[in-house]
């Protein structure tokens, strides 16, 4: 019904900057709140930044002044701009959605498979 496509993952220098950005395409009403969240080996996933419908963003505090998330209604798309990265944020960034599908009345969570953000020298 919904699919979510993450890209721009990849190997950065720490300091450097990464753009990711997700496409959600299939059987949409409309998206109520977008996201991102990562999930480094040995740990949970955490929520990293996420933007509601009218635009409002919470981001986790270890990101605040780092990383801004954006989205277009228009296209169903959400980014996040990383920058002055860290070898901490090294993770799977995964994009998630909160999708009104088509016909129905309840919103529902849809997750992309993720894409790799490494940050080492």
């Known amino acids: 019904q919904v699919q979510l496509v993450e890209s721009g993952g990849g190997l950065v220098q720490p300091g450097g900057s990464l753009r990711l950005s997700c496409v959600a395409s299939?059987?949409?009403?409309?998206?109520?709140?977008m996201g991102w969240y990562r999930q480094a080996p040995g740990n949970q996933r955490e929520l990293v930044a996420t933007?509601?419908?009218?635009?409002?963003?919470n981001y986790a505090d270890s990101v605040k002044g780092r990383f801004t998330i954006s989205r277009d209604n228009a296209k169903n798309t959400v980014s996040l701009q990383m920058n002055s990265l860290k070898p901490e944020d090294t993770a799977v960034y995964y994009c998630?959605?909160?999708?009104?599908?088509?016909?129905?009345?309840?919103?529902?969570?849809?997750w992309g498979k993720g894409t790799l953000v490494t940050v080492s020298s």
């Open positions: 998630n959605a909160d999708v009104f599908v088509a016909r129905s009345l309840m919103s529902m969570d849809y």
């Open positions: 299939g059987s949409i009403f409309s998206i109520n709140s």
């Open positions: 933007i509601t419908s009218s635009g409002n963003t």
